[in-house]
């Protein structure tokens, strides 16, 4: 069975454009955009909620966090803690758990109707933000024909952060932790654009109007 998640929008949390561009990849018939974007964090709220859904949960080494960047990047799993609990004091620190690229996934994956690549993502931690230069690429499955942009998906874009908890009944007896609470920039509702469902408040592009070149703010629209 899959795992019920709870998803809340936390107050602090925002996802900014900064920029983008489409190109094409002739060699590998595939076609690709890279962005920039701009994810905020309160992060004395974010210490408050987490608190609220799991108490001390910031200072228990076998508790992680697992970021969810649909659209930007895909993070193979989750990231315990360890000897960062209690020692969390700032989003540079918890930026720090899930930031090396090592933990990003970057070769192609079959998908529903085409073939996805996401490239390791580049973090550029600025004060309180973290700022995300992220790649996606598409092609036709198994690369056999040229991708074009009429084939092109909606693109969402999410910046959320699962918290998966853990209990330690003693040492030796860990099981796999479970989540405990996502938080995410957007609205707890559902809206639909283009026949799927979008949280309100997700920032998307419409793929398949896109043009070769710069991708521009009034490009990037919010559900």
Do not use: C
Not at 72 to 80: D, K, P, V
Not at 120 to 138: M, S
Not at 148 to 162: G, K, T, Y
């Amino acid at each position: 069975m899959q795992e019920e998640r709870s998803y809340r929008k936390l107050e602090g949390m925002a996802l900014d454009f900064v920029s983008g561009r489409l190109q094409k990849n002739e060699s590998e018939r595939a076609l690709g955009y890279s962005v920039t974007f701009d994810m905020d964090l309160d992060f004395t709220h974010f210490v408050h909620m987490t608190n609220v859904h799991s108490p001390d949960f910031l200072n228990s080494p076998v508790n992680a966090i697992r970021p969810e960047l649909d659209g930007l990047a895909y993070h193979y799993s989750y990231n315990y803690l360890f000897d960062a609990a209690g020692n969390i004091h700032d989003n540079a620190a918890l930026f720090k758990l899930f930031t090396p690229p090592n933990y990003y996934m970057d070769q192609w994956a079959e998908g529903a109707a085409l073939d996805v690549r996401y490239v390791k993502p580049v973090f550029e931690v600025q004060g309180n933000t973290l700022r995300i230069t992220a790649r996606r690429d598409f092609r036709l499955p198994g690369g056999t024909e040229q991708i074009e942009i009429s084939h092109l998906p909606l693109m969402q874009f999410r910046w959320a952060l699962n918290l998966l908890e853990n209990h330690e009944k003693f040492p030796g007896d860990i099981a796999a932790p479970a989540t405990k609470v996502v938080f995410m920039y957007m609205d707890e509702d559902l809206v639909e654009v283009d026949g799927e469902q979008l949280y309100r408040g997700t920032r998307y592009i419409h793929g398949n109007q896109l043009l070769f070149g710069d991708i521009v703010a009034k490009q990037v629209l919010t559900a």
